[in-house]
């Protein structure tokens, strides 16, 4: 017995040496580990920066900069366009350029055992010019099966697909979720979704990753633009289908949040009006989650939507001029924020800190903001359902009074749509994701099952906590750091 359980031991010593040699020294780090960016003293001057907003930009533009895979989309080989070659006419929106099926997941903090690729595809601007464009796919360990309508699978059965459109990030290449450590948003939705078993198709947007076409002409990021968010999302499928065949089923819901819950809606809206463009994707829809959706451009902050929509009006509007709206504070801070490619929390230092940089006349002044609306909002179309939309009462970005304004006015115009409005008492902007993440998810299975809707035609629900409002945390205050080197491995459970 002794014998034995020395030789156990002996045995069980042995182990632990060998998991000791493998374990590497451990190395404190932090969240601006790998950037060191200060602002010149004359960035500083010119866009008239206290020090504590000047120390802000510079710990946020860190921070930033820290959570690019690979360096970012200005460093990385992945984004750089391939020669159209053999084209007996123009490139055809949808046609996909390049594919990276295995995108090394060294460099992001997606969850273990999912597996990320990348795609460059051509998409259109609002105007029609076929552009190039990029995007991901999250796929699944298992794919989620489903025994139900239409939509019945088996374990051969290609992986259903759930088309997520993201929230605002930015209006600069860097500001791209393909190339953001968490894909922008994370446990909020694309890794929900692929941890709950869907292929999570997602375009950046156009003028996000790629800014310059093959001619070399910018690519601006036409912020807001419900019908171009949708076309880039719509064009994304079609790539992505192409890119991995047999992989992905036809069938889709559309999910989105903010600018995205816009897109998300305007891409229902798309399916509705321009069928004979997306005959496939009309066939495939299943539904679409709205959340805090951008239905208004212009009824959410001045001081950010006035910017960053300004910074690339001139290219939907020959005459339009960054004067007309900003003052000559905001055209200064402006032009930093091109300086260092911030995106929304650099954004938020520079115009919502100190001064004036929005003219209060801008509307009156000039036409541009109007017509803008006209082209770029969602709501109050027909589209195609069924819909769900989710919007908290608390939220500061997109205002609850708008989103109840989209949908009365949707609703009174198309009394026969299958559109469901959730409200949240409570709840602010992005926490509206999480809040009803268990609900979107069974919609999304309902959907895919090919179960009815709750109920025919429009209908709103107000939904209430289970403990008193006042117990929850009100803002995310986390975020998934990278630890991806073996040298931090020992920030994650359990380490290597």
Same mark, same amino acid.
């Given at each position: 017995m002794?014998?034995a359980t020395?030789?156990l031991?002996g045995?069980l010593?042995c182990?632990?040496?060998?998991?000791?040699a493998q374990?590497p020294p451990?190395?404190?780090?932090?969240t601006?580990?790998?950037s060191s960016?200060t602002l010149?003293?004359?960035?500083v001057?010119l866009?008239?920066?206290?020090e504590?907003?000047a120390r802000?930009?510079?710990a946020?533009t860190?921070y930033?900069?820290?959570q690019?895979?690979f360096?970012?989309?200005l460093?990385?080989?992945?984004?750089?366009l391939?020669p159209l070659?053999?084209?007996?006419?123009p490139?055809a929106p949808?046609?996909l350029?390049?594919?990276?099926p295995?995108?090394?997941?060294?460099?992001?903090?997606?969850p273990p055992?999912?597996a990320?690729s990348?795609i460059?595809?051509?998409?259109?601007?609002?105007?029609?010019t076929?552009?190039?464009?990029?995007?991901?796919v999250?796929?699944p360990?298992?794919?989620? !099966?489903?025994?139900?309508?239409?939509?019945?699978?088996?374990?051969?059965?290609?992986?259903?697909?759930?088309?997520?459109?993201?929230?605002?990030?930015?209006?600069f290449?860097?500001n791209?979720?393909?190339?953001?450590r968490?894909?922008?948003f994370?446990?909020a939705?694309?890794?929900a979704?692929a941890l709950?078993g869907?292929?999570?198709?997602?375009?950046?947007?156009?003028?996000?990753?790629?800014s310059?076409s093959?001619?070399g002409?910018d690519?601006p990021?036409?912020?807001?633009?419900g019908?171009a968010a949708?076309n880039d999302?719509?064009?994304?499928l079609?790539?992505a289908w192409?890119?991995?065949p047999?992989?992905?089923?036809?069938?889709?819901?559309?999910?989105?949040?903010?600018q995205g819950g816009?897109?998300?809606?305007a891409?229902?809206?798309a399916?509705?009006?321009?069928?004979?463009?997306f005959?496939?994707q009309?066939?495939?829809?299943?539904?679409?989650?709205a959340?805090?959706?951008?239905?208004?451009v212009?009824a959410g902050?001045?001081?950010?939507?006035?910017p960053?929509?300004?910074?690339v009006?001139?290219?939907v509007?020959?005459?339009? !001029?960054l004067?007309?709206?900003l003052?000559?504070?905001g055209i200064a801070?402006?032009?930093l924020l091109g300086?260092?490619?911030?995106g929304?929390?650099v954004?938020?230092?520079?115009?919502?800190?100190?001064?004036d940089?929005?003219?209060?006349?801008y509307n009156?002044t000039s036409?541009h903001?109007?017509?803008?609306h006209r082209l770029a909002?969602s709501?109050?179309?027909?589209f195609?359902g069924p819909?769900l939309?989710?919007?908290?009462?608390?939220?500061?970005?997109?205002?609850y009074?708008?989103?109840d304004?989209t949908v009365?006015?949707t609703?009174d115009s198309?009394p026969?749509?299958?559109?469901?409005?959730?409200?949240?008492?409570g709840v602010?902007?992005?926490p509206?994701l999480?809040?009803t993440?268990?609900?979107?998810?069974?919609?999304?299975a309902?959907r895919f099952?090919?179960?009815?809707?709750? !109920?025919?035609?429009?209908h709103? !629900?107000?939904?209430k906590?289970f403990?008193p409002?006042e117990?929850?945390?009100?803002?995310g205050?986390s975020f998934?750091?990278?630890?991806g080197s073996?040298?931090?491995?020992?920030?994650?459970?359990?380490?290597?």
């Open positions: 002794y014998l020395a030789a031991l045995a010593a182990v632990r040496l060998g998991v000791d374990v451990a190395t404190p780090q932090s601006g580990f790998n960016f010149s003293h004359e960035q001057q866009a008239q920066l206290s504590s907003v802000s930009i510079e946020i860190n930033d900069r820290s690019l895979a360096g970012g989309p460093e990385d080989d992945f984004y750089t391939p070659t053999n084209q007996a006419g490139v949808g046609t350029l390049k594919v990276q295995v995108t090394d997941p060294t460099s992001y903090v997606i055992n999912t990320l990348r460059l595809y051509t998409t259109t601007n609002l105007n029609g076929v552009i190039p464009t990029s995007g991901f999250l796929w360990y298992q794919p989620r !099966r489903f025994s139900g309508g239409s939509t019945r699978t088996n374990s051969s059965s290609p992986a259903p697909v759930v088309l997520w459109t993201h929230g605002a990030s930015g209006t290449p860097n791209s979720p393909s190339s953001h968490a894909l922008w994370g446990y939705a694309p890794f979704l709950d869907y292929a999570v198709v997602a375009p950046d947007y156009a003028g996000l990753g790629i310059k093959w001619d002409s690519i990021h036409e912020f807001l633009a019908p949708a999302a719509l064009y994304a079609c790539a192409d890119a991995f047999g992989m992905l089923s036809s069938d889709f819901v559309v999910v989105g949040h903010s816009g897109a998300a809606w891409v229902s809206e399916l509705e009006a321009r069928p004979d463009e005959p496939r009309v066939r495939g829809h299943r539904g679409t989650v959340g805090s959706p951008t239905t208004d212009f902050l001045p001081e950010v939507v006035l960053w929509v300004g910074m009006l001139d290219k509007f020959s005459d339009f !001029r004067e007309s709206w003052t000559p504070l801070r402006t032009k300086e260092v490619q911030g929304i929390g954004t938020q230092q520079l115009y919502l800190s100190d001064g940089v929005v003219k209060a006349d009156e036409w903001a109007a017509a803008y909002s709501g109050r179309k027909a195609k819909m939309v989710l919007q908290g009462t608390d939220d500061l970005y997109v205002r009074e708008t989103t304004s009365r006015d609703c198309f026969g749509a299958e559109l469901e409005f959730l409200v949240l008492p602010a902007h992005v509206a999480p809040a993440q268990p609900l979107w998810l069974r919609w999304i309902d099952e090919g179960r009815p809707v709750a !109920r025919d035609g429009c709103r !629900r107000k939904l906590s403990l409002i117990q929850y945390q009100v803002h205050n998934p750091q990278w630890a073996p040298e931090y491995s020992y920030q994650v459970p359990l380490g290597p």
